[in-house]
């Protein structure tokens, strides 16, 4: 468990499926994620998928949870996505970050991922990458803040995405 000035990461329990479920079904989330809103099902597949990247790795992907009302308003953290999109970037752990329509623009993103992001740099130490949708330029500015630099174009599932890595956190000033 993370806990910053407005947010809790913590692992997501089975309770938190419905609110998981209702995240990924909203258009306006997957706009930028496949395009596509996730059935029950495949939510389903996602939320086990997550749970066993801690079991498997000994990291993964944290519920994003307000202090304020305890409701569960998106995901941060990293996995190994098997994306076939070559040795300089499926070889280390990916970055993601994901926020419920509500909660967007008001800085929960940076303030989730940058927790995420101290914990994996105190943790496991090293190289981390990011996969983000070519239009998607509040995730591509979030990436650029947390230290990430562009490393190539390329296409996933038919879509133009940026490819990011960090090599480290950002120098602090």
Not at 12 to 34: K, L, Q, S, T, Y
Not at 43 to 57: E, I, K, T, V
Request: with cysteine.
């Amino acid at each position: 468990m993370i806990n910053t000035a407005r947010l809790t990461l913590c692992a997501m329990r089975p309770e938190d499926f419905n609110r998981f479920a209702e995240i990924w079904r909203n258009p306006c989330v997957v706009r930028h994620i496949g395009g596509k809103p996730r059935s029950r099902g495949e939510a389903w597949d996602s939320f086990l998928r997550n749970a066993g990247h801690w079991q498997m790795a000994g990291f993964g992907q944290w519920g994003v949870v307000m202090q304020s009302n305890r409701v569960l308003i998106g995901q941060a953290g990293f996995f190994y996505g098997n994306r076939c999109l070559g040795e300089d970037f499926d070889t280390f752990p990916e970055a993601g970050w994901v926020l419920a329509p509500e909660a967007q623009g008001q800085g929960f993103g940076y303030e989730a991922a940058q927790a995420a992001h101290d914990w994996f740099d105190r943790v496991i130490p090293g190289p981390l990458v990011a996969l983000v949708d070519a239009t998607n330029t509040a995730s591509q500015n979030l990436a650029g803040k947390l230290g990430y630099v562009k490393l190539r174009e390329s296409v996933y599932n038919d879509t133009p995405v940026h490819l990011f890595r960090r090599d480290g956190p950002p120098a602090r000033i």
